[in-house]
């Protein structure tokens, strides 16, 4: 079992920044990959960014592509967003992921979630 809670969220002006944290529980993080999703009420889960386990590969929606950054510290237990250049289209719920498993852009294939943090960014 992981526990994911994420932090960092709040409002912003268009073209502000804001870094999101999700720290895990559990010894076993470096093992599973990690990834950021978005959700705006109404519509569906949307992917954001991923990294794998290892470190070594991460992959961006091209929505966010050099504006957004994700990484991770293993000895923290914590995966981060670094959100930059940041637009109104941007405001969403965003939730932390976990998974042994699989790298993908697909949701549903991610094992555990976070409960999420509200990023509001305002024009």
């Known amino acids: 079992q992981v526990q994911l809670v994420e932090s960092g969220g709040g409002l912003v002006q268009a073209g502000g920044s804001l870094r999101l944290s999700c720290a895990a529980s559990?010894?076993?993080?470096?093992?599973?990959?990690m990834g950021w999703f978005r959700q705006v009420p109404g519509k569906e889960r949307e992917f954001v960014a991923a990294?794998?386990?290892?470190?070594?590969?991460?992959y961006d929606a091209a929505s966010v592509k050099g504006r957004f950054t994700i990484s991770r510290d293993n000895a923290k237990n914590t995966v981060y967003l670094q959100m930059n250049n940041l637009k109104p289209e941007d405001t969403a719920v965003y939730y932390c992921?976990?998974?042994?498993?699989?790298?993908?852009?697909?949701?549903?294939?991610?094992?555990?979630w976070g409960q999420g943090t509200q990023v509001t960014v305002s024009s």
């Open positions: 992921a976990a998974d042994q498993q699989h790298f993908t852009t697909i949701g549903r294939l991610w094992d555990y």
């Open positions: 559990g010894r076993t993080f470096s093992k599973y990959s």
């Open positions: 990294i794998h386990w290892s470190g070594a590969s991460t």
